[in-house]
């Protein structure tokens, strides 16, 4: 379950979010997408095509000119110099919606990263020095509220959209407790400096959480207080090394 200050959408929040297309201005669509065929930014892959292209034209040209005979040469050299024609205007279409797409990508990341330090996820589980915390426990919180080893190992377990899980370590001291809910009710985590980043690939996102991480917990009224720490941020697609997965790239 995941809460936000910002419009839901199913999926909004988790790591591997896929890189939109800039959205397209008015009466551009079925020219960019007719010329480029894109419905993601592939472009790489796209530059590839265009190469094809024109080695298709200068085949097509190449064939009339020389090598087909009667009433069929005509026919390749014009298909020819309209498929290199085509392959011009792809070109330059292409080029403008790259530079379009660099222009976009900052911007799309950081409304991105916003909604995603709004974003408020369920607890599956704390494990602290491999003992399992029960979050809905006023007596667990008060315990943990009280401890001072700021350096104890965390394994903290959370679910965001949809239908999915992610495992993140810490230190005690990275962990912000918040004594907010009713006693019963399941624990919330927040990232307050969360990010988003880019794959190498450019069509999907890693997220780094960071710290602090705040935790709204059960507690009964004028028990505890918040605690905070500070901490490294996840290096994206680094593994713990007891084999759990940390946050990151995909």
Avoid: C
Wanted: net charge positive; glycine share 10%.
């Amino acid at each position: 379950m995941v809460t936000s200050g910002a419009p839901f959408e199913p999926g909004l929040l988790r790591p591997d979010l896929p890189i939109p297309l800039p959205p397209p201005s008015w009466g551009s669509v079925a020219v960019s997408r007719g010329l480029t065929m894109l419905r993601e930014p592939a472009f790489a892959r796209a530059h590839r095509v265009t190469l094809w292209l024109v080695t298709a034209a200068v085949a097509l040209v190449a064939l009339g000119q020389f090598v087909v005979v009667g009433a069929f040469r005509e026919s390749f050299t014009v298909g020819g110099v309209v498929l290199a024609v085509y392959t011009a205007f792809r070109a330059m279409v292409l080029v403008a919606g790259e530079r379009r797409q660099y222009a976009f990508e900052p911007v799309w990341l950081a409304e991105r990263s916003e909604l995603l330090r709004e974003g408020v996820f369920e607890v599956m589980r704390l494990t602290v020095d491999g003992r399992i915390r029960d979050l809905t426990n006023p007596g667990d919180v008060r315990e943990l509220l009280r401890r001072s080893d700021d350096d104890a190992r965390v394994r903290l377990d959370f679910v965001y959209p949809v239908a999915g899980w992610e495992r993140v370590y810490r230190r005690l001291g990275d962990l912000e407790f918040r004594p907010a809910l009713r006693p019963g009710a399941s624990a919330q985590v927040r990232f307050p400096q969360a990010r988003y980043g880019l794959q190498p690939s450019g069509r999907r996102t890693y997220w780094l959480l960071g710290t602090p991480v705040v935790i709204s917990v059960a507690a009964q009224a004028g028990h505890g207080a918040a605690r905070a720490g500070t901490g490294s941020t996840d290096r994206p697609g680094a593994a713990h090394p007891d084999g759990g997965r940390r946050p990151g790239r995909s």
